[in-house]
T-cell receptor, first 110, second 115 residues
Framework: QKEVEQDPGPLSVPEGAIVSLNCTYS??????FMWYRQYSRKGPELLMY????GNKEDGRFTAQVDKSSKYISLFIRDSQPSDSATYLC??????????FGEGTQLTVNP | NAGVTQTPKFQVLKTGQSMTLQCAQD?????MYWYRQDPGMGLRLIYY???????DKGEVPNGYNVSRLNKREFSLRLESAAPSQTSVYFC??????????????FGPGTRLTVT
């Protein structure tokens, strides 16, 4: 079993929709969590960083972490075609390593 | 700031050939990482360097070697390339130290094909 599980999609939504992307993880030692956005043929770009449980909001993006259920989510409000990308979740402990999910491919249709 | 840079962007090798992938960061980060990304497998850690002068194996180190040349540069070497090493390779860096910051920043990647 992978330490971080993520549905690879693909997920296709109309412009303006609210998008919910989700991951589960099995390592209870994870303390911090990240979401990366990766455009086609580019490197991953850090989108959101959260420490422990709770919510973090940045513009149209909200990251949620529920450590009790080992569930992490990314919500995108008013989705735009420019949000079309692969979204990677990741978890890490206080050490230096991150463990990534497989990534979910999102397409926002105009 | 250029952030994390990688060279080359593309490379085609024949089985058995060797090559070195170069990575440099100008953010004064302490830790550096090499990942490979394959369809259906996500990002997998090959090797990392928590600080200058140290290197450690990641999840998939076989067939690779690394050198932390200085604080800025971290190279990945394939001594005898195999078709199974066809992948996209990403370098990343993290500030680490006493900052409490854990975010990793990625380079643009190197697309490697081994025939």
């Amino acid at each position: 079993q992978k330490e971080v599980e993520q549905d690879p999609g693909p997920l296709s939504v109309p412009e303006g929709a609210i998008v919910s992307l989700n991951c589960t993880y099995s390592n209870s030692a994870f303390q911090y969590f990240m979401w990366y956005r990766q455009y086609s043929r580019k490197g991953p770009e850090l989108l959101m960083y959260t420490y422990s449980s709770g919510n973090k909001e940045d513009g149209r993006f909200t990251a949620q972490v529920d450590k009790s259920s080992k569930y992490i989510s990314l919500f995108i409000r008013d989705s735009q075609p420019s949000d079309s990308a692969t979204y990677l979740c990741a978890g890490g402990t206080s050490g230096s390593r991150l463990t990534f999910g497989e990534g979910t491919q999102l397409t926002v249709n105009p | 700031n250029a952030g994390v840079t990688q060279t080359p962007k593309f490379q085609v090798l024949k089985t058995g050939q060797s090559m070195t992938l170069q990575c440099a960061q100008d953010m004064n980060h302490n830790s550096m990482y090499w990942y490979r990304q394959d369809p259906g497998m996500g990002l997998r850690l090959i090797y990392y360097s928590a600080s200058e002068g140290t290197t450690d194996k990641g999840e998939v180190p076989n067939g690779y070697n690394v050198s932390r040349l200085n604080k800025r540069e971290f190279s990945l070497r394939l001594e005898s390339a195999a078709p199974s090493q066809t992948s996209v390779y990403f370098c990343a860096s993290r500030i680490a130290g006493t900052s409490g910051r854990n975010e990793q920043y990625f380079g643009p990647g190197t697309r490697l094909t081994v025939t």
